[in-house]
């Protein structure tokens, strides 16, 4: 199937200082670009993958699970750091789990996070019920598009399939069980008004994190894709002023080639 308009995958290379960007559960790197080109703007090496099954069709993510998508990530991660002497991972949603994971198993490798509205659990009573209805019921109603700036729209599903979110709830249980592991430098960007992921699932994150240089910050005027919001530019600056400090300097490099 063809790749829906703006959710092709982004790669720019810059300097030793890489990033890899994580986009969200039924999502895309469209709610990644404008983050992504902000970074390499400023001379990073920039990778914003596809996820197995994204950014077509809802029909083909039925066919993948959480191992698929975690296994692209981990795969970006490592060419990412064949080119690039530093490396961060940044993350919304599901991605931000997804980088919590990378955290968790690649240890050094990963020289410090920034999660955006990360997702920690599948809640509500049907959660529980997905290992049965996702046999009776092939999707429920999608959970994209949740953003509070006018005529702003995120490139993902209409529709979540059923099998994707009892592999995302199975994913989420594997990372929380994970995140002892978690020892690099963090910060964790939330929207207080968010109707996808609510609050306490930041809150377990840093609750669980064995993290000891932490910075969370509110994003009061935006809801789930803050990426995409109004509070983007914060996150945006956030997350520069956080390569700047712990990367080697020169942070950026001259880059000559990009791609979407």
Known sequence: MPVLPGAEPY??????????????????PQSMRPWAEYLAERGLSVSVPLLPGHGTRWQDMRLTTWH????????????????????????LSMGGALALRLAARHGDAVRGLVLVN??????GVAAHALPVVRHLVPTTKGVANDI??????????DRVPLHSAHSLRRFFRTVDGELPQVTQPLVLLHSPRDHVVPPADSARILSRVSSTDVREVLLEQSYHV???D??????????????ERLAPEPVGGKGSRSGG
Do not use: Q
Not at 148 to 157: D, F, L, M, S
Not at 230 to 243: G, K, L
């Open 11 to 28: 790669r720019h290379e810059g300097g030793e200082v890489g990033v890899l960007l994580c986009h969200g559960f039924t999502g895309s």
């Open 230 to 243: 109004h509070d983007a530019e914060r996150i945006f600056d956030e997350s520069w002023a956080f390569v």
């Open 226 to 228: 803050a990426t995409l």
């Open 118 to 123: 990360p997702g920690n659990k599948v809640h």
């Open 148 to 157: 509070a700036k006018e005529g702003v729209t995120e490139v993902g599903y």
């Open 68 to 91: 698929d998508w975690y296994a692209e990530v981990d795969r970006a991660l490592r060419e990412l750091r064949e080119r690039c002497g530093t490396v961060f991972v940044f993350g």
